[in-house]
């Protein structure tokens, strides 16, 4: 074996860690985080004050889960939790990615992880400039397609709204309006001529849904959204009328 090859696979091996923080004992300033469904993690003291001043806040003072090595963390999400920690992990370092950023963002936000929030701000507008420019190379005549790459803008517009990310609600608001607003306004109405297919046209469905499906989950979506956040949306696609369908730059 080259010793490429040797590093590629330890690298593989500590990505992949799986006593990462859920075995005890490789600490010798070990706390113990409980959750509701009585799983725990595992993971130092000054680790967790170093990531995160809320943890530094609780640890420094005289309180409950220092003098006992335990922190109760009830309605919060093993699963997601143990994500941010090995986001944080200086010898794991799991990145941010599409497939996580809206699973570990409230709890980097919630614990000020400021490390994490960066990189979840950073993806998320990534994300949304990907999904346009994604949806306006592929911008088929069969309007329903561009919903595959608005349906994670709408919710990265719900999630950045909820944690008061301004800088990224107002990017996904612009990029939103971009869209054609049959997509998500539940008040306008297609013609049939909107859904006639031709050799251009990509299939129906992706995945397991149609893309009828999608349309109808973006609409409930939109209207989910705080009343500002859909205003903010329909007065930004004032600026683009005459394009009721298609992605406009």
């Known amino acids: 074996m080259s ?3 040797e590093l590629d696979n330890n690298s593989t091996n500590i990505i992949d860690m799986p006593e990462a923080f859920t075995e005890s004992g490789e600490c010798d300033d070990e706390i113990t985080l409980v959750f509701d469904n009585s799983n725990k993690l595992y993971a130092s003291k000054n680790f967790l ?3 995160s001043p809320v943890f530094k806040a609780m640890f420094d003072h005289d309180c409950k889960e220092k003098k006992e090595n335990s922190v109760s ?5 093993y699963d997601d939790f143990l994500e941010v920690l090995l986001c944080i992990h200086p010898r794991i370092s799991k990145p941010i990615t599409e497939t996580n950023v809206l699973r570990v963002v409230n709890i980097a936000d919630e614990y000020q992880v400021t490390s994490v929030i960066t990189k979840c701000k950073g993806l998320m507008m990534g994300w949304l400039q990907a999904s346009f420019d994604q949806a306006r ?4 005549p069969y309007y329903l397609y561009q919903a595959v790459y608005l349906r994670p803008c709408l919710r990265i517009v719900a999630k950045a709204h909820e944690l008061t990310y301004n800088d990224v609600v107002k990017f996904a608001v612009k990029t939103i309006a971009k869209f054609g607003h049959i997509l998500y306004n539940e008040g306008q109405k297609e013609s049939p001529s909107q859904y006639v297919m ?3 046209t990509p299939l129906d469905k992706t995945g397991d849904e149609t893309f009828c499906d999608l349309k109808i989950d973006c609409m409930k979506m939109f209207q989910n959204l705080p009343y500002e956040i859909k205003y903010k949306i ?3 696609r004032l600026l683009h009328l005459g394009d009721e369908t298609g992605i406009k730059n």
């Open 198 to 200: 031709d050799e251009h």
């Open 234 to 236: 329909v007065a930004e």
């Open 137 to 140: 190379a592929k911008s088929y």
């Open 49 to 51: 004050r170093y990531a």
């Open 73 to 77: 963390l009830p309605g919060k999400n």
């Open 3 to 5: 010793s490429n090859e």
